[in-house]
DNA sequence: ATTTAGTTTAGAATTATTATAAATTAACAA
DNA sequence: TTGTTAATTTATAATAATTCTAAACTAAAT
């Protein structure tokens, strides 16, 4: 729940214009109680949609990609056909649910932390992602 | 290690015949020693510069997904560009290196058990993948 | 007000993947 | 064998997500 001019200066910050695009992108994203997954097309239909503005695809595609670069969203891989992003930006692991195609945080209480006893030899773990697909009984397994 | 034969019998027993082109395509996932992960592409080009056949793109797309659907390959998405696939179907996890862009098995010994305390209610869980990320020191964090 | 560099945009290009529809081939029965 | 049938392969077109390009626009600095 920022406000537009929160929202300002934490562009500026960051070395990004507060543009007027970026600023409702902002809104559409921020602006609100809960963090969420979404899509580039979600977003974009929910901006052709729900408001006036018209953005263009290059720009929701540059912005978004900023934010994930300045660590405003992170991206989340499910399938090679769709790439999802994800306004929590904390550590967190996820459930997706095969029947509808939704993606569920899972709460620290929900996954116990995993344990990794050995890395490569002279990397640096650089993040630990849990993916748990659930699906109704009577769907297939994998 | 397995020999033509038994590839013929291991497709006709899955409903799927034992076409040329599916028998080199076995051949070159699954008579070897090891596991290993690859994409379409790599494969496309394992054929067409080690072999003589040619087996068209569209051929090796339906093969492989028919191969991922009777359960003999796995596919991991790691980023919305690429697909790959593992000729290990056991259940594993992953490191992912971001600086070679190579996926690694992770032994059982090397992360411990995933905890899943709360699964989402009326759902079955299909599968749980842990996907670690590593990179070298002088890397960004993710 | 002028300049400059950053940003937006429409549209083209790229790329992974899937669809189409005709030619080929494996399986099967006569 | 041989003919029939359905599965498979293939070249090619289509689709769809994403990125690129280059011109128009705009925020920020001078
Ligand atoms: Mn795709
Ligand atoms: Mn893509
Ligand atoms: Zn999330
Ligand atoms: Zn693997």
Same mark, same amino acid.
């Given at each position: 729940?920022?406000?537009?001019?929160?929202?300002?200066?934490?562009?500026?910050?960051?070395?990004?214009?507060?543009?007027?695009?970026?600023?409702?992108?902002?809104?559409?994203l921020?602006?609100?109680? %809960?963090t969420f997954h979404f899509?580039?097309? !979600?977003?974009?239909?929910? /901006?052709?949609? @729900?408001? &006036? +503005?018209?953005?263009?695809?290059?720009?929701?595609?540059?912005?978004?990609?900023?934010?994930k670069?300045?660590?405003?969203l992170k991206e989340i891989?499910?399938?090679?056909?769709?790439?999802y992003f994800d306004t929590n930006i904390t %550590?967190h692991?996820h459930?997706?649910?095969? !029947?509808?195609?939704?993606l /569920?945080d899972? @709460?620290? &209480? +929900?996954?116990?932390?995993?344990?990794?006893?050995?890395?490569?030899?002279?990397?640096?773990?650089?993040?630990?992602?849990?993916?748990?697909?659930?699906?109704?009984?009577?769907?297939?397994?994998?």
């Amino acid at each position: 729940m920022l406000k537009n001019s929160e929202f300002v200066s934490k562009l500026r910050n960051s070395g990004l214009r507060p543009t007027k695009q970026r600023l409702k992108i902002c809104e559409v994203l921020f602006n609100r109680d %809960k963090t969420f997954h979404f899509t580039i097309n !979600d977003l974009a239909k929910n /901006i052709s949609e @729900n408001f &006036n +503005e018209k953005i263009s695809l290059a720009t929701i595609y540059n912005t978004i990609h900023a934010f994930k670069d300045k660590g405003y969203l992170k991206e989340i891989t499910i399938s090679s056909d769709k790439s999802y992003f994800d306004t929590n930006i904390t %550590k967190h692991h996820h459930f997706y649910d095969e !029947d509808t195609n939704l993606l /569920i945080d899972c @709460n620290d &209480n +929900e996954i116990g932390k995993v344990n990794i006893k050995n890395n490569i030899t002279g990397k640096k773990i650089s993040s630990v992602e849990v993916l748990v697909r659930v699906a109704s009984d009577t769907q297939n397994q994998n």
